[in-house]
Nanobody, 125 residues
Framework: QVQLVESGGGLVQAGDSLRLSCAASGRTFSTDSTGWFRQAPGKERELVTSIRWSSGSTIIADSVKDRFTISRVNTQVYLQIDRLKPEDTAVYYC????????????????????WGQGTQVTVSA
């Protein structure tokens, strides 16, 4: 069992930066990868970026790769967001995947085992 708690969201202006945090606890040794997903109103949950704990290898959506960075320090996983845009407005979720199933297995929310409650990011123009 792994528990995940996101923090760092809020109301910001376009062009601002945010750092979201994901605190993992419990049986964190079972975690292979941690990903960030986001879900905007009326849209499906989509992958933002993900990191494999053992290697540090990452994947990231093309739409955010120039502005978003994922990193891990022990059991804390961070999402650095720079030059925020209104279209980044969404609930951001941290998710943990127990077992490695290839990089393709990191791209869909359905392959992750544990989820946080999410943190709201609202970007005004």
């Amino acid at each position: 069992q792994v528990q995940l708690v996101e923090s760092g969201g809020g109301l910001v202006q376009a062009g601002d930066s945010l750092r979201l945090s994901c605190a993992a606890s419990g049986r964190t040794f079972s975690t292979d990868s941690t990903g960030w997903f986001r879900q905007a109103p009326g849209k499906e949950r989509e992958l933002v970026t993900s990191i494999r704990w053992s290697s540090g290898s990452t994947i990231i959506a093309d739409s955010v790769k120039d502005r978003f960075t994922i990193s891990r320090v022990n059991t804390q996983v961070y999402l650095q967001i720079d030059r925020l845009k209104p279209e980044d407005t969404a609930v951001y979720y941290c998710a943990a995947k127990k077992y490695w199933s290839g990089f393709e297995g990191l791209r869909s929310w359905s392959y992750y085992d544990y989820w946080g409650q999410g943190t709201q990011v609202t970007v005004s123009a």
